[in-house]
């Protein structure tokens, strides 16, 4: 077996526990709140239609809006509670509708008898009408259960466990036996929870002769335990995990992954017992910091510059990175630990063929051409206020803007599929596609220092603060982008990446 | 025994009435047929006597007790019930849904048991080969035969029953007929049946009650109301049997 995938297999218990989890427990309470709201909905149609309404525009949101909707309502908290509430609006839509139809097609002769004979509403209901409905609710769970497989990958996102941690470090660093393992392991689980409530729903359709409904109601019982079972050992082993001393908090890039391996390998050896909570939003990670769910994490001076002080100039490097420090600090009540040392910056880049094919070497002479040319920027650029800055200094657009994934981005322009990339300068991919960094002469573009950022509470102790304080101005331009290259160019694990800083820093 | 004053019903506010101003009593151990065509009004009077409709105005009476005074659902599980649709419950086996008004009633289990080995030996069903089945495993007379066990499991005086054979086959129904009615005088039960079949009111009911967009035109035995109808739709239904045999008689001796 190689390296690579015994290191992805050895993190599949955490995964896997997270996962399942996540999607149980999600579906427990989404099945809890759901049937009775279809119950309520069958029997007035003045709460059916608003109701169904309600849930089928839930599920109209894009999963990963809803995820950052319910972080920013919980006030920026993030981890198991925001993603199962996620997971919870997601599964209801088919379970509500399910019981609504499952309690209408059941036939009025036998309601009326029901009611013929004597038994009460709630005798009918809980005696005949559900029964009678039951394969139909099941179907409805059934559907729940394999959307909240998929989608509990997102709650990586917002710092859950699950198997999209798997996915998006793999997507991120290039790694696609990491992005196969995570994908394949929640198919799998999506399978086997649906075969299991679908022979639950086969039985609940084959009630015919005695042997069958006594195994019916074994299975059931079984299953039933089971999950319960499962749940709450997990549920009991997440509750009762040692509480860690300090949360690592990361965005969801190598660069990020990488420098929270570093605060992790450093702060373990020191004996703290560390959490990771990797793959987080740029907005999602500096709440949660502020609100003490993470600890320390890498931010960017310019990040903060642009998006939370919502400043559009450029007054140099030193001036921006101690603005941002006062700032996080009198702001928001968190600890300016200090710059690393290198800048990631945003930087125009073209393959070095294309750039020498053209003539251009800076942003200046890029003017006259511009708008012939296809840039491709990542998720945020083109809606950032420095483009708009870059765009009115020089005074050019250019013909086409695309946004991208960003590996896909840095393919793409290795395709010759777009001429220009908003790349970062401290990215190892730079090197590995060959690409050429196109200066910018009128410093248009922000400075982009790496800073550790720490929690008001984490900051409170003297031997963290020695640890990390330690890595200040201690990684250079050349050291990180080579950190980045050994993950995104030589397909190393990040574990290789924090080894190599580790034997740098020395 | 039961006792109809003045009922009316209405289900527009007193604009139109479905049931007209019915008034007749019924007697212990009597079986009266209620006919009519489908829309007269038959199976809302029957539907009123155990509160499934609640009449517009009047009273009804079973032993002297106004039912409007009863606990509805208490009303029902003492009243046998025998549904047109049949009604039986498709989840539960044959043994539990003849159970399912004794249940209701809180009987012990073994009580239960014998009751329900009883009775489907009464219909002709024994349990040891029927108790497990479900419904979807038996016959339509087979499955109306459970409807009546159901009806008279929980040993109710009063029995309702709405077209009870309709959905028959001729022989199925004819054989259910008199099976029924060997019972009903076995037990002496109490019984209001709603029916269009002439023949069957004819050959049942002790008494026949005729009714006409939601008004009774008469009450009486067969015999009365053959020879002599008050009203000339009575007439007319009660000479269409009697055309008909009068047919078959020429076919057979032409």
Redesign the interface.
């Known amino acids: 077996m190689n390296d690579n995938l015994r290191e992805q297999l050895l993190l599949l218990p955490e995964y896997f526990q997270g996962h399942l989890v996540l999607t149980l427990v999600a579906l427990a309470i989404g099945i809890a709140i759901s049937i009775p709201l279809g119950i309520w909905a069958s029997q007035s149609q003045m709460v059916k239609r608003p109701l169904l309404t309600t849930v089928s525009i839930i599920q109209t949101f894009p999963s990963v809006a809803i995820l950052a909707l319910v972080v920013a309502l919980l006030g920026g908290q993030i981890g198991l509670v925001p993603a199962i509430i996620a997971l919870v609006l997601y599964c209801m839509l088919p379970i509500v509708r399910n019981t609504v139809t499952g309690l209408e097609t059941v036939?009025d002769?036998?309601v009326?008898?029901?009611?013929?004979?004597?038994?009460?509403s709630r005798?009918i209901l809980v005696k005949?009408r559900l029964?009678?409905a039951l394969p139909i609710i099941i179907a409805g769970i059934r559907t729940a259960a394999v959307w909240t497989v998929g989608l509990a990958t997102l709650s990586t996102l917002v710092g859950a466990t699950s198997f999209g941690n798997y996915i998006f470090t793999g997507l991120q660093t290039r790694n696609l036996v990491s992005v196969t393992v995570g994908s394949l392991a929640a198919a799998i689980l999506a399978v086997t929870l649906d075969s299991i409530i679908g022979g639950l729903q086969w039985l609940s359709e084959n009630?015919?002769?005695?042997e069958a409904?006594l195994k019916f109601k074994k299975a059931w019982v079984l299953v039933i335990t089971v999950i319960l079972v499962g749940v709450s050992f997990s549920v009991y082993s997440l509750l009762n995990k040692p509480a860690a001393d300090f949360i690592v908090g990361g965005k969801g890039f190598t660069e990020q992954y990488i420098i929270a391996g570093l605060l992790t390998a450093e702060l373990e050896e020191a004996g703290f017992k560390i959490d990771q909570r990797l793959g987080l939003g740029t907005e999602v990670i500096y709440q949660a910091t502020a609100n003490g769910m993470v600890d320390i994490y890498l931010e960017y001076s310019g990040t903060v510059w642009a998006n939370r002080m919502n400043e559009t100039s450029n007054p140099g490097r030193q001036t921006v990175l101690t603005k941002v420090g006062d700032f996080v600090q009198e702001n928001d009540g968190m600890y300016n630990v200090g710059p690393l040392g290198f800048q990631n910056l945003y930087a125009l880049a073209m393959r070095k063929d294309r750039a020498a094919e053209l003539g251009i070497e800076t942003i200046d002479d890029m003017i006259p051409i511009a708008n012939t040319l296809v840039a491709a920027g990542d998720l945020e650029f083109f809606g950032r206020p420095e483009w708009i800055t870059l765009r009115d200094t020089y005074n050019i657009d250019f013909a086409e803007k695309l946004t991208f994934d960003t590996a896909l981005m840095y393919t793409a322009v290795d395709r010759g599929q777009v001429d220009i990339i908003t790349a970062y300068t401290s990215d190892g991919r730079i090197d590995a596609y060959n690409l050429k960094i196109i200066a910018d002469p009128r410093n248009s573009l922000l400075p982009y220092d790496g800073m550790l950022i720490a929690s008001a509470s984490a900051a409170k102790n003297p031997l963290f603060l020695e640890i990390v304080g330690g890595l200040v101005n201690r990684i250079s331009d050349e050291t990180m982008r080579e950190a980045n290259r050994i993950v995104d160019v030589n397909g190393g694990s990040i574990t290789d990446a924090v080894n190599y800083l580790r034997g740098m820093i020395r | 025994m039961i006792e109809l004053r003045n009922v009316q019903k209405s289900f527009d506010n007193d604009s139109t009435f479905a049931v007209v101003d019915s008034s007749f009593s019924v007697e212990r151990g009597e079986l009266l047929g209620l006919i009519g065509e489908s829309g007269c009004g038959k199976t809302t009077t029957l539907k009123m006597i155990?509160r499934?409709e609640e009449p517009s105005h009047g009273s009804i009476y079973i032993d002297n007790q106004n039912v409007l005074e009863r606990n509805?659902?208490?009303?029902?599980?003492?009243i046998g019930?025998v549904?047109q649709?049949?009604?039986?419950?498709?989840?539960y086996?044959i043994r539990e849904n003849v159970a399912?008004?004794p249940t209701?009633l809180d009987w012990n289990a073994e009580h239960i048991e014998a009751r329900c080995r009883e009775i489907l030996d009464l219909v002709g069903l024994p349990i040891d080969d029927f108790g497990?089945?479900?419904p979807?495993?038996l016959s339509g007379g087979q499955q109306q035969r459970v409807g009546v066990a159901?009806a008279l499991a929980a040993e109710p005086d009063v029995v309702l029953m709405d077209e009870p054979f309709g959905a028959l086959d001729p022989i199925t129904r004819v054989e259910l007929q008199e099976e029924f009615k060997r019972i009903q005088r076995e037990l002496a039960l109490t019984v209001i049946m709603v029916t269009h079949d002439m023949i069957e009111a004819l050959l049942m009911a002790d008494r026949i009650a005729v009714m006409k967009k939601g008004e009774i035109l008469q009450i009486g035995t067969p015999r009365e109301l053959i020879n002599s109808p008050a009203h000339e739709y009575v007439k007319e239904i009660v000479e269409m049997p009697k055309r008909r045999a009068d047919n078959l008689e020429k076919l057979m001796h032409p």
């Open positions: 036939s002769d036998v009326e008898a029901a009611r013929g004979i004597g038994m009460s005798q005949v029964p009678l009630q015919n002769g005695k409904v | 155990n499934l509805p659902e208490e009303l029902r599980r003492n019930y549904f649709g049949i009604g039986l419950f498709p989840h086996s399912a008004v209701l497990d089945r479900r979807s495993q159901r």
